[in-house]
């Protein structure tokens, strides 16, 4: 289904600037400055997909944004197949602050306890609606939250989602599973507080949980079939290991739900994301776009560089011997999308994949 939220059809013009991700969805996400006329610019993100699986993926995330409206969900303007069919695009709100990994990656590889409490207060009420909703986000980490120009964090990338209660397909990244989904069991509002526990870790670590153990395989079945949970930072106070707790219960019955997490105290007093110093300079128009100017000869061309999920997926099972890096930003774990109960850990390629 197209949609046009905010009345994309009426742009005079756009102009793609510079990318500003690539998911391992095999979708690309890129910087436009869109003309609305009589001297209106603004700027947009726009996630274009070719292939048609991702494609497919695309047109349900679409979907599901479509039918959600939270100040802490990155907002869809509207979506369109373009290019004769060949490519199929979502317009997004652009979020200046980048990823929460990006944010990480700025301050030196880890923020302080300040600045986890805002963004894990913001990503509790974005889940605490959405979860409100019925609908579960099945990928929540730092780069799946992006920061807006208010200094929100905003849940993004919603090509996980799905009704709670669904049948359909478990899904996710490996590091980031609550241990029911790396069993391949059920994915529902818990899964997505279990991820937050996970993103906390993230943020005050710079690291996925579970980057010490070297082997993917290990790490699954770690996660889904022993009682091990991640290890809490040693830096963060009393409060926030308190929280890490009532997240990371490997009973899903027995994590607090995100509502009930946004009473305790790690949150309650944590304000929120627009409190935290914004060290970003927000790019608010074109004028300001020339800092956006790629130098990268690639980004030129964003029609044809998109890779086949398809493809990714039998590369990574033909090198499947070869350990992932567990340090690298460079490389995000494959997201899985599978309808079946996943094979034991031990024979299941699918669950391969690198860092974070
Ligand atoms: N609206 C936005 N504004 C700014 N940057 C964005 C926006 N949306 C996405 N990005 C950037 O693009 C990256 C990839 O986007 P997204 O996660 O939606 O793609 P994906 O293909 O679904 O990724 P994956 O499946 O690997 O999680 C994000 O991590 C973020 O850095």
Same mark, same amino acid.
């Given at each position: 289904?197209?949609?046009?939220?905010?009345?994309? $059809?009426?742009?005079?013009?756009?102009?793609?600037?510079?990318?500003?991700?690539?998911?391992?969805?095999?979708?690309?996400?890129?910087?436009?400055?869109?003309?609305?006329?009589?001297?209106?610019?603004?700027?947009?993100?726009?996630?274009?997909?070719?292939?048609?699986?991702?494609?497919?993926?695309?047109?349900?995330?679409?979907?599901?944004?479509?039918?959600? @409206?939270?100040?802490?969900?990155?907002?869809?303007?509207?979506?369109?197949?373009?290019?004769?069919?060949?490519?199929?695009?979502?317009?997004?709100?652009?979020?200046?602050?980048?990823?929460?990994?990006?944010?990480?990656?700025?301050?030196?590889? $880890?923020?302080?306890?300040?600045?986890?409490?805002?963004?894990?207060?913001?990503?509790?009420?974005?889940?605490?609606?959405?979860?409100?909703?019925?609908?579960?986000?099945? +990928?929540? =980490?730092?780069?799946?939250?992006?920061?807006?120009?208010?200094?929100?964090?905003?849940?993004?990338?919603?090509?996980?989602?799905?009704?709670?209660? /669904? #049948?359909?397909?478990?899904?996710?990244?490996?590091?980031?599973? %609550?241990?029911?989904?790396?069993?391949?069991?059920?994915?529902?509002?818990?899964?997505?507080?279990?991820?937050?526990?996970?993103?906390?870790?993230?943020? #005050? *670590?710079?690291?996925?949980?579970?980057?010490?153990?070297? +082997?993917?395989?290990?790490?699954?079945?770690?996660?889904?079939? *022993?009682?091990?949970?991640?290890?809490?930072?040693?830096?963060?106070?009393?409060?926030?290991?308190?929280?890490?707790?009532? @997240?990371?219960?490997?009973?899903?019955?027995?994590?607090? *739900?995100?509502?009930?997490?946004?009473?305790?105290?790690?949150?309650?007093?944590?304000?929120?994301? @627009?409190?935290?110093?914004?060290?970003?300079? /927000?790019?608010?128009?074109?004028?300001? %776009?020339?800092?956006?100017?790629?130098?990268?000869?690639?980004?030129?061309?964003?029609?044809?560089?998109? +890779?086949?999920? %398809?493809?990714?997926?039998?590369?990574?099972?033909?090198?499947?011997?070869?350990?992932? +890096?567990?340090?690298?930003?460079?490389?995000?774990?494959?997201?899985?999308?599978?309808?079946? =109960?996943? =094979?034991?850990?031990?024979?299941?390629? @699918?669950?391969?994949?690198?860092?974070?």
């Amino acid at each position: 289904m197209t949609h046009d939220a905010a009345g994309i $059809s009426g742009l005079r013009g756009l102009t793609r600037l510079r990318t500003l991700g690539r998911g391992t969805s095999g979708a690309v996400v890129s910087l436009f400055a869109a003309d609305g006329g009589e001297d209106e610019q603004s700027l947009l993100a726009v996630k274009s997909a070719g292939a048609a699986s991702a494609q497919a993926q695309l047109r349900r995330e679409g979907d599901i944004l479509a039918s959600l @409206c939270s100040p802490y969900v990155l907002p869809c303007l509207g979506s369109r197949a373009a290019a004769g069919g060949e490519q199929y695009q979502l317009f997004l709100e652009f979020a200046p602050g980048g990823s929460l990994a990006d944010e990480v990656e700025r301050n030196g590889g $880890s923020l302080e306890e300040g600045a986890v409490r805002a963004y894990a207060a913001d990503i509790a009420r974005g889940l605490a609606y959405l979860h409100g909703e019925s609908t579960v986000h099945g +990928d929540i =980490k730092g780069r799946n939250v992006v920061i807006g120009a208010d200094g929100r964090a905003k849940l993004a990338d919603f090509g996980c989602a799905r009704s709670v209660g /669904s #049948a359909g397909a478990i899904g996710g990244t490996p590091a980031f599973m %609550a241990p029911e989904v790396a069993r391949g069991e059920e994915q529902g509002p818990a899964a997505d507080v279990w991820a937050l526990g996970c993103t906390v870790i993230e943020m #005050a *670590t710079g690291r996925a949980p579970w980057s010490g153990v070297g +082997d993917v395989v290990a790490a699954v079945h770690l996660i889904g079939y *022993t009682d091990a949970v991640p290890e809490s930072p040693t830096r963060l106070s009393a409060e926030a290991e308190d929280f890490l707790e009532k @997240c990371l219960r490997r009973r899903a019955g027995e994590r607090w *739900t995100a509502a009930q997490l946004l009473e305790h105290p790690f949150l309650a007093f944590g304000g929120c994301g @627009c409190d935290v110093e914004a060290k970003w300079v /927000s790019p608010k128009s074109t004028l300001d %776009a020339a800092m956006w100017e790629s130098e990268d000869e690639d980004d030129a061309t964003w029609e044809s560089d998109e +890779d086949c999920v %398809a493809e990714r997926m039998n590369a990574l099972a033909a090198s499947y011997s070869d350990l992932p +890096d567990w340090e690298s930003d460079d490389d995000g774990w494959m997201n899985v999308l599978s309808s079946r =109960k996943p =094979k034991p850990p031990a024979t299941s390629c @699918c669950w391969s994949s690198s860092a974070l």
